[in-house]
């Protein structure tokens, strides 16, 4: 199955293997066709409509309006939506550093994201702290923090890379199971479970 | 000069005075608030504006301060040196936040970064950093081992009190407890996570129904350490975090240090070196200026406008990339000149922009500044006055715009600033309209800087030829440029290797954010909005 999006031909994106793992998991996990067909059905509504939070802590940011502002223009993927609260929103671009101080604030933003939810780490900052690995009050990367779906590298990355990397998120949530799959809360209790809050019980 | 030293030495006999391109007076602790109050008070010396604190850890011998002044009556400029008394547990120094304003929040940060007290400041607490973080991560001995101050999702602790030191009449010092709110007031938490806060800034607002009482400025979202960083790097490495401070001013920024660099290192830097720069100083400034309108707008609610401002902004960007190859952190100038020549179509591209320019002026001015809600919203909101803007060092466009004419490209030019033709655009108005309209009012003369040389790049190379290995002398440097929100400031000293001793970076939008308490004591709610926008800070400028 060729997964793409947006009309764009399956040979011109970099990294298939991996979208072609997530297809054979979905073989095999197999499910009876009318499940599956609604699943397709809602997959194609999710994907083509992902609404970012209004995240931005740096450099990367600015990006980020370029990419909302008529040139790059990300209305016509359908991204346009910003969201200012985290409750109306399906993914948080993470442009820019997270730094001690922000880190409870970042993952308490997470926590309010409603299911399904996704999460992009854009720049080398929120990758691995990037030109700041030297600091003493940075993060080395949000992969600790909250589990990631997609990197875009850069520094700050382009809008043009930043539209590929959302591509590939929305190619992302087309091979999705949406039944018993990403509309369970399944995800993030396992995170939950792997990096327990001392103190909170969820 | 002579003057002032002659004044200083009878009013003070045991200064020392230290002549250069900025002469320093070393003071003792005891006299030091004394001695401030003369330098601000007296006709003759009138330093009224505080350029900066530099803390400073010598090891060894000892802690202290080093205060950057400049008079605006005299356009002169003074440094003075404190050592703190007290031991290596419990530095001590006078606080001078009676006489500067901004003085509360520069010593907050001195105290957050080395542990040095100030007696009798109002609100010794951290800046940047937790309460419960260990240690003072610019002192020399500081431990940075991450397993000391580890990364943690539990919501940090918060107090509503804050300490002050008092010395009693019998020379010892005191801690107290005092609120920052009164018990009965209702505090309103704006931000980390606002669209209107531009970044990560966070107020706890103290509201009486919609009337702001006070607002607690809660920083440090985005602190990312860059002065311990550039400790840890060599010269040539410390230049590229200068383009993720202001990334707006990313070039100005660059210019500072790299011109600070050369004059400690002696390398003369070519005329077709500086004339790109300068250029690419003042497209920097149209692109911020651009943003600037663009999100102002925004947060008015007027959303069109940044689609017409990105227009020119995203123009310039393709200009800096075909040069530069980067949208946003360039990187370009370096030591001894700039990185690389200049694009073979940059000369007829910056002339299609300045074709371009007047008439989007005029179209931004059509849409916006004349629109009665715009006026209603901007004319009268947030009113600094000049006295005010001085005392808080509310520097660039915003000082401008209170009537303060406190342009580093006129008053202490550098560059080749002072062989071109511009207006400083000041404006009396003192209102959020008229910090507006100054930026409206720079980016024509910025495009005039332009003009005049664009046709005339002179040949010869771009960059000279630097060693290797930099190393600079010992000594120590201080070097101010005006960047696009303000006069930015870089205090460097070296200890005679390849890396700097200490590198502090005095920014415009730290003061800018801070006078938001001042300015919007008794306002309504609703314009804290248009008064913090048209400060325009960026926050990873004010947390560095």
Known sequence: MEVTTKGMPYEAWKDNEYIEKLVKELQDSGVNVVVGSFDKLINWGRSNSIWPLTFATSCCGIEFVSLGAARYDMARFGWEVARASPRQADFMMVAGTIVHRMVPVFRRLYDQLAEPKYVIACGSCAISGGPFKKSYHVAMGIEDIVPVDVFIPGCPPRPEAMIYGIMQLSRKIKVEKFFGGVNRQEKQEEFLKAHPVAGVND | ?544
């Open chain 2, 1 to 544: 000069m002579s003057n002032i030293r002659e004044k200083i030495s009878t009013v003070l006999p045991e200064a020392v005075i230290e002549d250069g391109e900025i002469m320093q007076v070393t003071v003792p602790d005891a006299k030091w608030h004394d001695f401030a109050k003369t330098l601000r008070d007296d006709r003759e010396l009138s330093f009224d504006f505080l350029v900066t604190i530099v803390g400073m850890d010598w090891k060894e011998n000892g802690m202290g301060c080093i205060y950057y002044f400049a008079s605006t009556r005299h356009n002169s400029r003074i440094s003075v040196k404190v050592m703190a008394g007290g031991d290596r547990e419990r530095p001590l120094i006078h606080s001078i936040h009676d006489l500067w304003a901004i003085a509360t929040v520069f010593e907050r940060e001195v105290y957050d970064f080395f542990g040095i007290i100030f007696i009798n400041n109002p609100d010794m607490r951290r800046l940047f950093l937790n309460i419960d973080w260990k240690g003072f991560p610019l002192r020399k001995d500081y431990d940075e081992n991450p397993d000391i101050n580890p990364v943690s999702i539990e919501n940090e602790r918060q107090t509503d009190f804050t300490d002050v030191w008092t010395e009693t009449p019998d020379g010892k010092v005191e801690k107290h407890e005092r609120r920052i709110f009164q018990p009965d007031d209702f505090v309103v938490n704006i931000g980390p996570q606002h669209p209107a806060t531009h970044g990560v800034l966070r107020f706890r607002t103290a509201v009486d129904g919609e009337i702001i009482k006070k607002i607690d400025i809660y920083l440090g979202y985005i602190h990312r350490g860059v002065e311990k960083i550039c400790e840890k790097d060599t010269y040539p490495q410390t230049l590229h975090f200068m383009d993720r401070l202001d990334y707006f001013s990313a070039h100005p920024y660059h210019h500072c240090l790299c011109m600070l660099i050369e004059e400690a290192a002696g390398i003369e830097i070519s005329r077709r070196a500086q004339v790109i720069r300068v250029l690419m100083d003042e497209l920097s400034r149209i692109a911020s200026h651009c943003l600037f309108i663009g999100t102002y707008c925004m947060d008015l609610g007027a959303t069109t406008m940044l689609f017409y401002t990105l227009r020119v902004r995203e123009q310039i960007l393709d200009i800096m990339e075909r040069t530069c190859g980067a949208r946003m952190t360039f990187n370009y100038d370096c030591i001894g000149g700039v990185m690389q020549d200049l694009h073979p179509d940059f000369v007829k591209d910056v002339h299609a922009l300045l074709d371009v320019l007047p008439a989007n002026i005029k179209e931004y001015n059509k849409i916006f500044t004349g629109n009665v809600i715009a006026r209603n919203r901007m004319e009268n909101v947030g009113v600094l006055t000049r006295k005010d803007a001085i005392s808080w060092a509310v520097t660039g466009p915003n000082g401008r715009g209170s009537g303060w004419a406190c342009d580093v490209r006129k008053c202490n030019p550098y560059s080749i600033y002072s062989e071109l033709e511009f207006d400083e655009v000041v404006r009396e108005e003192c209102d959020s309209m008229a910090r507006f309209k100054v930026r409206m009012d720079e980016m024509v003369q910025s495009a005039r800087i332009i003009a005049q040389l664009i046709d005339n790049i002179p040949e010869g190379d771009y960059c000279v030829k630097v060693p290797k290995v930099l190393k600079l002398p010992v000594g120590h440097w201080f070097k101010t440029v005006e960047g696009c929100r303000g006069t930015f400031g870089i205090y460097l000293e070296s200890d005679g290797g390849t890396m700097p001793y200490r590198l502090k970076i005095a920014p415009p939008c730290l003061p800018a954010a801070a006078v938001v308490d001042h300015i919007t004591e008794g306002q309504k709610i609703a314009d804290l909005i248009t008064i913090g926008g048209s400060l325009d800070y960026i926050v990873p400028d004010i947390d560095r």
